[in-house]
């Protein structure tokens, strides 16, 4: 018993350590988007989970998801992320001739434009990675703090002790 | 202690498919004193390997066959041309798909061994009795539930068929989904009873009880209370020092001499290179649908239309796992996904009734075997917003407080559903891809419908909020891949005899589900381990009396 509650202890210490990591802010090297793209698709993401009273898309961290799924197993995606990010723009002048970006968009912006092309593969991509980002294992990028999970009252204890 | 043998060694057995039916063979032949080689495509994971991870296990199918490079194809009829998508589902590693399964265990009753019997000819359907009873089977169900380590209550269903002895093990918690059916059910004059599950409650022969982890659909259990064939009998095999579990072999043809003996299996290597491992005996245990695929690719001079395929039966007839889920929503959290997904089941509608109109019946339990990202991105009820502020607050309102009754019945064969190779397609070995022709019999679809109308009754009593689902049409894909070898009395009719011999090789055997006759009413893993008990049994006898060799 004294065993399992110090190794318990311990795992709580390790996870404390880890979220004070992430809210430091400490820059992360994106692996395969540029910073640009990041700011971009971080705004579709923020915008399928959005910030509200509770956490959302950014705070789990998404966008450092999406980067390490097209650094791993998702590598093949790359290309449509790139081609879908350029539909994405050429709608965005179409519908807002004076904007720069969609990060700069106002929210009532960048639903419009995302509800103009929701029906898109490439909508429908970001928001299968922007679950995944969310809901899935924090070892890759997203659900940091167990963002998501705690959204939905989601727990799991692999072999009985807590997810790292 | 493992034993090693070469593959110029000619062993008593080779056993194709380390899985739910080839690990309880491979145990009770080696125990028996024959020496054995297990040949398995999928790889030799250990528990350290089962992590609760979802991207991987749900989203990447890490434990099951591997679409990419064994495509499936598809199409509804013989008149059409195969399309490729996936079309079957099955474990793939150590231990089969009784690694990832549900872990609903439930025996077959009587009634599914006799059905032509009862209820005469169907049109459009090749429906026949097994050559064996329930009461054939009955020790053997006994001794795979005392051995594998299933929980469940003996008595208390009116339903049950007959048993020797009770359970091993008591029942798992139930679930607030289970109460709430429970509760439900009673009122509606039903009768439900705690659902029997190869998950052990307690510890058992040097395993530890379920902790309620959650994690087990889809999942490798990484505490080894599930019951599967790598964490139960698959060690007693290896400890033997009889029997070899050859990992990652991608068996490509059985081999025949002249006089239309099997002399063992040629496999791909991990390097892809060919290997004869020889043997005295051949017993196949590829599941339902490899199978017969392994039968097709192994025609020869002797077996021009496939090995063991003199009825042109191999791979016809085969089975899916019809089922029709209603998904539910209620006022105050469930969290029921918390622990083992199903705790309780109703028997109520299993057997077929003349009144409705058509043949068939089925089971209805009470689960949640979602996780988290494939709640939202699969199984999100589709009235709700797909993204946006709307989304975000139905996921967390309707994770934690749903669940869904999924009923599970029959499914009628019907000669032309079949399995087969596909003329064009190649998998990365170069053989021919599986191909899958299959349409439901009118009645598979009349008795969902009727079961999901159950549900919702069943649902309405319990007070959900919301309901959803519950949509019927055509199959076409089934992860319970069932009778395609099917077993029976008359050569011309069947695949394999009573004892799963090939009625047209005297040392050649097919135990799993490609033996079913009839489908039961799905969960076929308990059935399918009950006749590799007695298949191996039967087969450990033969060989003593010097038949095989």
């Known amino acids: ?164 | 202690m493992t034993a090693r043998f070469r593959p110029a060694d000619i062993v008593d057995f080779v056993v194709i498919g380390a899985g739910a039916a080839g690990g309880v063979v491979a145990k009770e032949l080696s125990t028996a004193g024959f020496k054995v080689v297990v040949l398995e495509q999928g790889s030799y994971l250990r528990e350290k390997d089962f992590t609760h991870d979802e991207i991987k296990f749900m989203l990447q199918g890490h434990i099951i066959n591997d679409w990419k490079r064994q495509p499936n194809t598809f199409r509804k009829t013989e008149a059409d041309k195969a399309v490729q998508q996936p079309a079957v589902l099955y474990g793939r590693q150590v231990g089969g798909g009784s690694v990832h399964f549900t872990a609903n265990f439930w025996r077959f009753h009587e009634v599914d061994f006799e059905e032509r019997t009862r209820w005469g000819s169907i049109p459009g359907a090749s429906l026949e009795d097994w050559p064996i009873r329930y009461a054939d089977l009955e020790p053997y169900y006994t001794k795979a539930e005392q051995e594998l380590g299933v929980s469940g209550l003996a008595g208390s269903s009116p339903f049950d068929p007959p048993r020797s002895q009770p359970y091993p093990l008591p029942p798992l918690p139930v679930k607030p989904s289970g109460v709430l059916f429970e509760r439900a059910t009673k009122k509606l004059g039903l009768h439900p009873f705690p659902a029997p599950m190869a998950i052990i409650s307690k510890p058992y022969r040097g395993r530890g009880a379920c902790n309620q982890c959650s994690f087990c659909k889809s999942f490798g259990c990484e505490i080894r209370a599930k019951s599967s064939t790598l964490a139960t009998v698959i060690p007693i095999a290896e400890r033997t020092g009889r029997c070899e579990i050859r990992a990652d072999c991608y068996v490509r043809r059985i081999e025949t001499r002249r006089d239309g003996r099997v002399t063992g299996a040629v496999y791909f290597d991990r390097q892809g290179k060919e290997v004869f491992q020889r043997a005295r005996a051949v017993v196949v245990c590829a599941n339902g649908a490899e199978t017969p695929r392994l039968l097709l690719l192994s025609k020869s001079n002797q077996f021009p239309q496939g090995l063991a395929n003199s009825s042109g039966l191999v791979g016809r007839n085969f089975l899916v796992d019809t089922g029709v889920s209603v998904g539910a929503m209620f006022e105050q959290p469930l969290n029921d996904h918390k622990g083992v997904h199903v705790s309780r089941v109703i028997h109520d509608y299993y057997d077929s009734d003349s009144k409705r109109g058509f043949f068939g019946g089925g089971g209805i339990d009470a689960r949640f075997d979602w996780y988290p990202i494939t709640f939202a991105l699969w199984s999100f009820p589709r009235h709700l917003p797909r993204w946006g502020a709307g989304f975000k607050s139905a996921l967390a309102e309707y994770f934690p407080r749903s669940m869904s009754l999924l009923a599970h019945s029959t499914c009628l064969a019907v000669e032309s559903n079949r399995i087969d190779l596909d003329p064009d397609v190649k998998d990365a070995w170069g053989l021919p891809a599986l191909r899958m022709t299959y349409k439901n019999h009118p009645d598979d679809l009349k008795v969902l419908r009727f079961l999901r109308d159950r549900c919702q009754e069943i649902l309405d009593a319990a007070g959900a909020k919301k309901t959803w689902g519950g949509g019927v049409e055509d199959f076409t894909f089934s992860g319970h891949l069932m009778g395609t070898c099917r077993m029976g009395n008359d050569p011309k009719k069947s695949v394999v005899d009573r004892n799963h011999r090939a009625h047209d090789v005297p040392n050649l055997f097919l135990v799993d589900g490609s033996s079913f006759v009839t489908s039961g009413r799905q969960q076929p893993t308990c059935t399918i381990q009950a006749l590799a008990y007695r298949a191996a049994d039967l087969i450990a006898q033969a060989a003593r009396k010097g038949e095989i060799a």
């Open chain 1, 1 to 164: 018993m004294q065993d399992d509650f110090s190794r318990r202890r311990l795992m709580e210490l390790a996870v404390l350590w880890q979220s004070a990591a992430v809210a430091s802010g400490k820059p992360r090297a994106w692996k395969i988007l540029t910073s640009e793209e990041a700011g971009e698709i971080e705004a579709i993401a923020a915008q399928i989970i959005p910030s509200d009273a509770t956490a959302g898309a950014r705070e789990a961290g998404v966008i450092h998801f999406i980067d390490y799924a097209l650094a791993t197993f998702d590598r093949h995606k790359r290309q449509a992320y790139r081609d879908g990010l350029q539909m994405a723009q050429t709608r965005r002048r179409e519908l807002f001739p004076d904007s720069t970006s969609v990060a700069t968009l106002s929210g009532a912006d960048q639903q419009r434009l995302l509800t103009s092309i929701e029906t898109t593969p490439f909508f429908e991509m970001v928001r299968a990675h922007t679950i995944m980002g969310f809901l899935g294992n924090p070892e890759y990028g997203g659900n940091q703090g167990k963002t998501g999970w705690k959204l939905i009252g989601f727990e799991d204890g692999h072999g009985g002790e807590p997810h790292r």
